[in-house]
């Protein structure tokens, strides 16, 4: 079994910055991505970054400039360091895995439980 455990939301103020974590535990063979999506109350899941196994990273527009994406493949972690943060940032935070379980599986994707983050004064 797969488990991806995030960390690291919270309240901040407009401005500020926040850290979050994702690590992978379980069966894992292989990780082919990493990354985070959100979601705000009313609105559809979104992503939020992503990196590949070789270093690929792609973000959403609101966020580039902001946010920055990193990954440790040897501890099968990823972080996402958010800066400048905006109340509209405000959502639940999902870490999201593409892994292969054992050398015979198909890629699946797996998702965290989500962490809150808010951003208010």
């Known amino acids: 079994q797969v488990q991806l455990v995030e960390s690291g939301g919270g309240l901040v103020q407009p401005g500020g910055s926040l850290r979050l974590s994702c690590a992978a535990s379980?069966?894992?063979?292989?990780?082919?991505?990493m990354g985070w999506y959100r979601q705000a109350p009313g609105k559809q899941r979104e992503l939020v970054a992503t990196?590949?196994?070789?270093?690929?990273?792609e973000y959403a527009d609101s966020v580039k400039g902001r946010f920055s994406i990193s990954r440790d493949n040897a501890k099968n972690t990823v972080s996402l360091e958010m800066n400048s943060l905006k109340p509209e940032d405000t959502a639940v935070y999902y870490c999201r895995s593409t892994l292969r379980a054992t050398m015979f599986s198909y890629a699946n994707i797996y998702w965290g439980q989500g962490t809150q983050v808010t951003v208010s004064s």
């Open positions: 379980g069966k894992i063979f292989s990780i082919n991505a």
């Open positions: 990196t590949t196994n070789n270093g690929v990273t």
